[in-house]
């Protein structure tokens, strides 16, 4: 039995259906009357105007859009460059960190090794050496509790600064296509305007033409037959859809 999910879906899919027939439809009764009037030559100069506009508006907005695309690719290419020596930067601080590291433990183990020869040779009467070892190993343990240290805090460093440079890359990158997404969309919606100009513009021009009177008669009357036809199928399906719903509550 057929759940109330499926008997709506059902009836969204019916009147997309209904839907996209009569814009099909309506814009074959469009092209019709547009094929019709083309061959009229007192109208075929107004078409002529008409597509002139259209194509201009076109361009300006191929032109436009990939104006947007060039500084999107450029903002994209200038994050990208900008994340590579932002990690590169952050290779090089770590690798610093690390060798300086090393060095101040060699230098401290040096000095313990030192320290402990001279403190041997200076207790050479005493066997007992055992304090100068003691000392020796506290200052190698020290060298190398403070090595690890500094290695800990150089790669926490360069993974603070590696995320650092990945979210600032994301986000030039999202700045970058919501930029473009909205310089796009304001093309399209100039020329959408300029588009519906154009159309206005040519109606009003064919309506005060003679010659054009039956033509555009027929596409009015395919029209009203058109959108009469969707009305009532329209209804119908509301209705099958209403009947549907009453039988499955009961």
Do not use: C
């Not at 290419?77 to 930067?89: G, I, K, P, W």
């Not at 402990?116 to 009467?125: E, Q, V």
């Not at 800990?152 to 919501?178: L, N, T, V, Y």
């Amino acid at each position: 039995m057929a759940t109330l999910a499926d008997i709506t879906e059902g009836h969204s899919k019916r009147i997309s259906k209904i839907t996209q027939l009569r814009d099909a439809r309506l814009q074959e009764a469009a092209a019709a009357r547009d094929h019709r009037l083309r061959a009229v030559p007192a109208a075929a100069a107004l078409y002529e105007r008409f597509d002139e506009q259209v194509a201009s508006a076109r361009s300006t907005q191929l032109a436009t859009d990939a104006k947007a695309e060039t500084a999107r690719a450029a903002t994209l290419q200038e994050t990208s460059d900008a994340r590579s020596e932002a990690l590169s930067q952050a290779h090089r601080a770590r690798r610093d960190a690390d060798v300086a590291a090393f060095e101040q433990r060699r230098i401290v183990e040096e000095a313990a090794e030192r320290e402990f020869i001279l403190a041997i040779g200076a207790a050479a009467a005493q066997p007992n050496t055992a304090a100068a070892q003691k000392k020796r190993a506290q200052k190698l343990e020290q060298a190398k509790k403070d090595f690890d240290a500094a290695l800990a805090a150089a790669q926490e460093a360069f993974r603070k600064a590696r995320d650092a440079a990945m979210i600032a890359e994301s986000k030039g990158s999202r700045d970058a296509e919501r930029a473009f997404a909205a310089a796009a969309k304001v093309s399209e919606s100039s020329a959408k305007a300029a588009r519906a100009g154009a159309e206005q513009a040519l109606a009003k021009a064919l309506a005060a033409l003679p010659p054009a009177a039956d033509a555009l008669a027929a596409w009015r009357s395919a029209t009203t037959t058109i959108v009469a036809d969707y009305k009532r199928a329209e209804n119908e399906e509301f209705e099958r859809f209403h009947q549907e719903v009453q039988t499955l509550e009961g």
